[in-house]
């Protein structure tokens, strides 16, 4: 066992060079134009008012692993994770993640709504503390898909009138729904149809009548460049990515607001933290998740702010001053048709239709 | 008799056992000269190996979360086609309440929704209930277990406790060859859920197509840095190496630059005429995209083996040939090419072994018919988080490259490989 220990601390080591000094902190997350937004809304007004030196680290696409793999080895390194709700799930599942009281350990509303209250739903367990709303969307090219622009979703299934490739993220979640939408099967029942093997047979029909016009991307820039290149007409990613190709690049891309599907992310806090790190832990994520903060991270990009009382604080964008309330995805005129990730159902069926999808991919 | 011819060292010993002694010596000094590298190997990378791979066959979750209920279970018929008694009931009640206690009973969840999906949240929220379960004023578990979740009534949901309720098992392996053990005995996945089999095979026979193209364009080049002067060599020797230190994510990059269906081989060939512009060739997202990128990531490490083989042929002996008459093919053929073979040898050990491990570039540039088993231990691994299955996989292909190695060394003979 200590001969374990010890391998797996010199694997956990090498995996995290950066192990957190007693005035450091170390938060993790995605890296890019999404972290340079928490360091300008939550890292720098922390730093300045409490002179704890924030060390960011852009793992968040591994985190689950590299978070069960520094438990093993008895070392944990990270402070603060910032995670997708499904992740935060598999978190908790394996006790990873610490437990929150929502209404003790963060900050009430303004008018003093309690933080549980003021988050609702979007608190889908005991360990994660909700941040954004995101959106997996679509784009489109302008000049290349004709003199109608697409309107529903149903037009990335349309060959006939949008002939071209599309790029779709290479993972059954989100594509297996949008697929089963557009074969006719009701939004409410999309989960329940998907549950059945019949229903899968069905989405990968659907699926296989453009699977020769897809273009799989893994990871969220892949869509933004194809579109830039010309290389698809349509494709999904994260709706803040295609924000910055549209309104930072001035790409001539539009926005495919139809069907989306709600996301959530948000920070967790590990397991097994000494005592005066959980301490500093938590009064960051108190800081970091009250009403004003999560405001203000709208300012520098377009995801909405998990809290209903951080709504009507979202300003301008701090360097091109637009507006940036109708380029939230929870915006009303957006969100007429949307999804939201089933995290229970993915957390059944995840093992099980990614293999089938893998295999279907393959074939 | 014997003892008159044996020969005797100086201090009356035998020679024979002075000289074994010595050897002995030696021997005992180069172990302790490489004692401290051996150390570091077996405890920073042996033994973590080791560690990974016996995860393929580990399942203690099961029995320490549920240590009662595996014991009445056992007695349980499977086959009944009926739920287990209250017996068992009341046993994983009070094993499930302890376990919620220390938040282990989601992770039991997670390992057996791998086997049968739909456990992880059964686990989940019965495991909620639990909590307020009181267990000495229950009188039915049977009902109460009912009640919480019809599914506990469900006999595969125990079967799959029952099937993997030992310390070991064999399910990642079986797993990882497309294989599943239902109540009628192994057997195999559905039609629609098979790949692995068909990931290694493609593993393999791409790494062996990448290989021969490397072989292809490698020897040449590695022909042209042997044979030029020192001067124009060496800029040779620089043009190779330059990819070699330039980062793979780069390269790799760049690769998707040049081969896209808009990028600039493509606009160049419509420019040139050649294809029409609504007949672009498909160079990425598929095979073709990924024996190229990783062809060029690799040649480097067929040319340095080569060349440096060819450096030590002797110019002399491609002459002595042609004077006695051999024109030039035969003289490489006969002469040049037989010399160099150690090193074609060596480069594609390399060469084969590396491209079976690589994993980040056939996820940018493969698309879905150019991706390799790794792709899908690194999901395993990073993803999934089935560590399992992950191993299990990764076990495979190591067996898989050691019997390569053993049939190379039988065929070709691994004495026949040279690096220089």
Same mark, same amino acid.
């Given at each position: 066992m200590k001969i374990k220990t010890i391998m797996l601390g010199g694997a956990a080591f090498a995996m995290s060079a950066t192990a957190a000094l007693a005035e450091d902190m170390t938060i993790v997350s995605w890296g890019g134009a999404y972290t340079a937004s928490q360091q300008a809304a939550y890292h720098d007004p922390y730093s300045a008012m409490t002179g704890v030196n924030i060390i960011n680290d852009a793992s968040s696409g591994e985190a689950v692993a590299k978070l069960r793999a520094m438990s093993e080895a008895g070392n944990v390194t990270w402070d603060v994770v910032d995670v997708v709700a499904a992740d935060a799930l598999r978190l908790c599942d394996e006790g990873l993640a610490m437990e929150i009281d929502a209404d003790t350990q963060l900050a009430d509303a303004p008018d003093g709504t309690k933080a549980s209250v003021d988050f609702g739903d979007l608190m889908v367990n005991e360990c994660f503390i909700p941040q954004i709303v995101y959106s997996t969307t679509f784009g489109y090219r302008k000049d290349l898909v004709g003199s109608t622009a697409p309107t529903s979703v149903c037009s990335v299934f349309d060959t006939a009138a949008y002939p071209g490739k599309r790029s779709l993220e290479k993972r059954p979640i989100n594509n297996m729904e949008w697929a089963l939408m557009c074969d006719g099967v009701a939004k409410s029942d999309v989960y329940d149809v998907l549950a059945t093997d019949e229903g899968q047979a069905r989405a990968f029909a659907k699926l296989d009548t453009i699977k020769g016009d897809v273009i799989w991307w893994s990871a969220g820039a892949d869509t933004p460049q194809l579109l830039a290149d010309g290389e698809v007409i349509m494709g999904s990613t994260?709706?803040?990515?295609?924000?910055?190709?549209?309104?930072?690049?001035? @790409?001539?891309?539009?926005?495919?607001?139809?069907? @989306?599907?709600?996301d959530l992310d948000g920070w967790i806090i590990p397991a097994g933290l000494s005592d005066e790190r959980k301490a500093r832990a938590l009064d960051y994520v108190y800081f970091a998740t009250d009403t004003q903060r999560l405001a203000d991270q709208a300012k520098y990009i377009s995801y909405g702010p998990a809290r209903k009382s951080s709504a009507p604080l979202v300003s301008k964008h701090a360097t091109l001053g637009i507006d940036m309330a109708p380029h939230m995805p929870t915006d009303p005129n957006n969100a007429k048709n949307t999804l939201l990730y089933n995290y229970s159902f993915w957390a059944d069926y995840r093992d099980d239709i990614d293999a089938k999808f893998q295999a279907w991919l393959a074939k | 008799m014997s003892n008159t011819n044996t020969v005797l060292a100086s201090d009356g010993t035998s020679l024979k056992k002075s000289l074994a002694k010595s050897l002995r010596r030696q021997k005992i000094r180069a172990l302790l000269l490489i004692a401290p590298l051996l150390f570091f190997v077996l405890l920073t990378f042996i033994a973590p190996i080791g560690d990974m791979l016996f995860r393929s066959v580990e399942n203690n979750i099961v029995s320490d979360t549920l240590p009662r209920t595996v014991k009445v279970l056992s007695k349980w018929d499977s086959m009944s086609g009926q739920a287990p008694d209250e017996e068992v009931f009341e046993a994983f009640a009070r094993d499930l309440k302890i376990a919620v206690k220390s938040k282990l009973h989601t992770k039991l969840g997670s390992r057996l929704n791998y086997e049968k999906t739909g456990i992880s949240s059964l686990v989940r929220q019965?495991?909620?209930?639990? !909590? !307020?379960?009181?267990?000495? *004023?229950?009188?039915?578990?049977?009902? *109460?277990?009912?009640?919480?979740?019809?599914?506990?009534?469900?006999?595969?949901?125990?079967?799959?406790?029952?099937?993997?309720?030992?310390?070991?098992?064999?399910?990642?392996?079986?797993?990882?060859?497309?294989?599943?053990?239902?109540?009628?005995?192994?057997?195999?996945?559905?039609?629609?859920?098979?790949?692995?089999?068909?990931?290694?095979?493609?593993?393999?026979?791409?790494?062996?197509?990448?290989?021969?193209?490397c072989i292809l364009l490698g020897y040449p080049i590695a022909f042209l840095l042997a044979t030029l002067p020192m001067r124009s060599s060496n800029v040779l020797m620089i043009l190779v190496l330059l990819p070699f230190w330039t980062s793979l994510l780069v390269r790799t990059s760049a690769w998707k630059v040049l081969l896209q269906n808009q990028g600039v081989i493509n606009d160049f060939l419509v420019w040139l005429g050649v294809i029409a512009d609504g007949n672009r060739l498909e160079l990425i997202n598929n095979v073709t995209g990924t024996v190229i990128a990783m062809t060029h990531i690799l040649l480097p490490f067929m040319i340095l083996p080569l060349f440096s083989v060819m450096k030590t042929i002797p110019p002399t002996y491609m002459r002595a040939a042609k004077s006695m008459g051999a024109n030039d093919f035969m003289a490489f053929r006969r002469v040049y090419f037989p010399q160099s073979i150690p090193g074609i040898g060596a480069g594609s050990i390399l060469v084969f072994i590396l491209a079976i491990g690589y994993y980040i570039t056939p996820e940018i540039v493969g698309g879905t018919k150019g991706v390799f088993i790794s792709n899908r231990i690194a999901y395993h691994i990073s993803s999934s988080l089935n560590w399992g299955l992950g191993a299990a996989l990764g076990a495979i292909l190591l067996v898989v490259v050691l019997a390569l190695y053993w049939l190379y060394d039988k065929f070709v003979g691994i004495d026949n490989v040279k690096l220089g």
């Open positions: 994260y709706n803040g990515r295609l924000f910055a190709l549209i309104e930072e690049q001035g @790409q001539n891309v539009g926005m495919l607001w139809d069907g @989306q599907v709600f | 019965t495991g909620r209930k639990v !909590k !307020k379960l009181d267990l000495d *004023a229950t009188p039915s578990f049977k009902d *109460a277990f009912e009640k919480m979740n019809k599914k506990w009534m469900d006999p595969s949901v125990w079967q799959t406790i029952q099937q993997f309720s030992s310390k070991y098992t064999d399910g990642y392996f079986l797993a990882a060859a497309d294989l599943t053990r239902t109540s009628e005995g192994i057997q195999k996945v559905d039609e629609d859920k098979k790949i692995y089999f068909k990931l290694f095979v493609r593993t393999l026979y791409m790494s062996l197509g990448i290989t021969f193209m």
